[in-house]
């Protein structure tokens, strides 16, 4: 693969007024390209206890792409929710961030609910999942930059996921409107409201910038939710048409959007790259056929990413 794209120890290259930093990071991005998920594939022996090896090809591709796939060689019954546990330490991680959907090893299980504290958000439906960055609505001391979903079993039609990495999406605003890229970056450009339920606030209000630079890495971090509602952009044309403009993007699904449906076995290792999900069958009967897919989300990025 190609060198590893990164931060210039300079100056930053999404400083708007470093122009040389920006256009040598641009063209090293660039020159990385748009693999397909195939080859972003890579299959892990034992997936519970990956290899160094197998851990350097995942983040080799999680460097240039910030995303990276793999496959169980014997389907679901190869990696549990102890075993999907595991290939997180593997890779550095400790325990996941907790939010009140989580269980209490911080491990997700997306699946339909119809009750308990998971109904009636999306994740935990069959709905449609529009364009997203995990944690969107965290405090600033509690941003999400990388996640691993675990496919344990799809539904019998649909539930395709869609990915994204916001390095490419950053590239195009840029070139199309630099002020575009300053008003997401400002630090009140979108408000999360609280979630408040019964009249108990479950989560306080979020404000803080669409793009920003991540501190440790010097990579750049997106939060982003394509919702419409539940949800305040700041009140200015500049901020409001950069906000229109990342919608048309990713609803025509242009260059560098990887659909992918998960198989059994299968698995997504991203430094919380913009992603969403088509709508899936479901049968409520208890026992039937039901899509399970186990995620967990950090705090920091992909260790040696």
Request: proline share 8%; glycine share 8%.
């Amino acid at each position: 693969m190609n060198a590893p794209v990164r931060a210039s120890t300079c100056a930053s290259p999404f400083d708007l007024q470093a122009d040389e930093s920006w256009r040598a990071w641009r063209a090293r991005r660039l020159a990385c390209g748009t693999p397909g998920p195939a080859d972003l594939t890579l299959e892990l022996n034992d997936p519970a206890r990956p290899t160094a090896a197998e851990l350097e090809a995942l983040c080799e591709r999680i460097r240039q792409h910030n995303l990276a796939f793999y496959r169980c060689p014997s389907g679901a019954a190869a990696l549990d929710r102890e075993g999907f546990a595991a290939l997180c330490g593997a890779l550095g991680f400790t325990r996941p961030d907790p939010h009140e959907c989580a269980d209490g090893d911080g491990i997700s299980a997306l699946q339909v609910c119809d009750d308990g504290r998971r109904a009636g958000y999306i994740p935990y439906s069959n709905r449609p999942l529009s364009w997203h960055c995990d944690g969107y609505y965290n405090p600033p001391d509690r941003r999400i930059r990388a996640m691993l979903l675990h496919c344990v079993s799809d539904a019998p039609s649909g539930g395709e996921n869609l990915f994204l990495d916001p390095e490419l999406l950053y590239i195009r605003l840029r070139d199309e409107n630099p002020e575009w890229i300053t008003a997401l970056c400002h630090p009140r450009a979108l408000t999360i409201p609280a979630n408040v339920q019964d009249g108990r606030t479950l989560r306080p209000a979020a404000t803080g910038p669409v793009f920003s630079v991540d501190p440790a890495s010097g990579r750049l971090h997106m939060r982003y939710t394509a919702r419409t509602r539940s949800i305040e952009w700041r009140d200015d044309p500049t901020t409001r048409a950069a906000a229109g403009r990342i919608r048309e993007i990713l609803e025509a699904e242009g260059p560098g959007v990887l659909r992918h449906r998960l198989a059994p076995g299968e698995g997504v290792v991203c430094n919380n790259v913009l992603h969403a999900r088509t709508g899936f069958t479901h049968d409520s009967f208890a026992g039937s056929w039901q899509r399970l897919l186990l995620r967990a989300r950090f705090a920091r990025r992909v260790p040696g990413t």
